[in-house]
């Protein structure tokens, strides 16, 4: 069974920054999962942020490139979300999500809130 923490999340004004971070508890190879982040605001459904495959390939929502790196150490098993220039939008609870031959793991969620 995979378990995923996170933290990081709190209050921050527009045109700030936030590091998430998650650790994931997986006892076969870490590295082959690929790990995600994933966002859900009040009243919206919960959308992908960013992915970084096995291979270290990764993917962003339209919304974030440019302003959110996502990274992963696999020595540690963590994943990473660098959040540069937050807008108000970008207020969400964050979830880790591992995936590995279809089967998917979340994390109970990290609230960020952008607001001045």
């Known amino acids: 069974q995979v378990q995923l923490v996170e933290s990081g999340g709190g209050l921050v004004q527009p045109g700030g920054s936030l590091r998430l971070s998650c650790a994931a508890s997986i006892r076969i190879l870490f590295n082959i999962y690929a790990m995600g982040w994933y966002r859900q605001a009040p009243g919206k459904q919960r959308e992908l942020v960013a992915v970084?495959?096995?291979?270290?390939?990764?993917n962003y929502a339209d919304s974030v490139k440019g302003r959110f790196t996502i990274s992963r150490d696999n020595a540690k098993k963590t994943v990473s979300l660098q959040m540069n220039n937050l807008k108000s939008e970008d207020t969400a609870v964050y979830y880790c999500?591992?995936?590995?031959?279809?089967?998917?793991?979340w994390g109970q969620g990290t609230q960020v809130t952008v607001s001045s």
């Open positions: 999500n591992a995936e590995v031959g279809g089967v998917a793991s």
């Open positions: 970084i495959k096995s291979d270290g390939r990764t």
